[in-house]
């Protein structure tokens, strides 16, 4: 149970960087600090925007029963699994171009994994 919990924490986290890059990734920041506060504000409004912060906070929750069930360095070593996930899936979703050190960089992270996990 304590890596299905793993398991969920980073799906959502991964979720909700996607979903934020999704809805926010054509637009820009306006220069003013006061049209920038408005800005982000306005965004929180946006459904799929306030759906990642509640994939963060479901995470958050699966992170702590996560924590009763497993030693944290067993389970925190997974948690970089959401950087090579968000890394594929920005490249097929986003079109974001995955070029060689980006390939060899999530190599290197999974094959850290498999020795951290041993």
């Known amino acids: 149970m304590g890596y299905v919990l793993v398991a969920s924490t980073i799906l959502l986290t991964v979720y909700g960087q996607l979903a934020i890059k999704w809805q926010l990734g054509g637009q820009e920041l306006p220069d003013g600090f006061l049209e920038k506060i408005g800005f982000l504000m306005m965004q929180l409004l946006n459904p799929w925007v306030f759906s990642s912060f509640a994939a963060a906070f479901i995470a958050a929750v ?3 029963a996560a924590m009763t069930k497993l030693p944290i360095s067993q389970a925190y070593p997974f948690m970089s699994l959401a950087f090579v996930i968000v890394i594929l899936v920005s490249g ?3 079109n974001e171009p995955i070029g060689v050190n980006k390939i060899v960089g999530a190599a290197l992270i999974v094959a850290g994994l498999v020795f951290i996990s041993r």
Do not use: N, P, R, S
Request: charged share 0%; hydrophobic share 65%.
């Open 92 to 94: 097929y979703l986003f």
């Open 62 to 64: 699966c992170w702590m």
